[in-house]
């Protein structure tokens, strides 16, 4: 995946609506009304946010007749995943640190308690 693409699907996953509506299309194919329903806003609205999906591959939109149904496309999701597991290791790591260092104020605050009260046991 281009940058480009990389950038427009995390710009398309920054807005609320829009990851409500990837969770719906997650569980089956829908319509802009159906899609539309839980929301309070028009479906003018939804459709706009429908293009920004659609542009970032998140969305496709076939013919049924008279329905246009949406339905979710994974696949830049696992890019975007893909690329954030790059930052595992660091956050790992990280995590690891303040785990050590925790253990090291908890084992000081034991000492200090330990003192205050004559325990040396």
């Excluded at 509506?21 to 028009?42: Q, Y």
């Excluded at 076939?62 to 995943?81: I, M, N, S, W, Y």
């Amino acid at each position: 995946m281009g940058p480009d693409l990389l950038d427009a699907t995390f710009a398309a996953l920054a807005d609320p609506t829009r990851r409500a509506i990837l969770v719906r299309l997650a569980s089956g194919e829908a319509t802009v009304t159906e899609l539309a329903a839980p929301f309070d806003m028009s479906q003018p609205a939804v459709s706009k946010h429908l293009k920004v999906l659609e542009r970032a591959g998140l969305v496709s939109r076939g013919r049924d007749a008279q329905r246009r149904p949406c339905r979710l496309e994974a696949r830049p999701l696992k890019a975007a995943t893909d690329w954030l597991e790059n930052y595992r290791g660091y956050w790992e790591e990280s995590y690891q640190h303040l785990d050590a260092l925790l253990d090291e104020l908890k084992t000081e605050e034991q000492s200090h308690k330990q003192q205050a009260t004559g325990d040396h046991s």
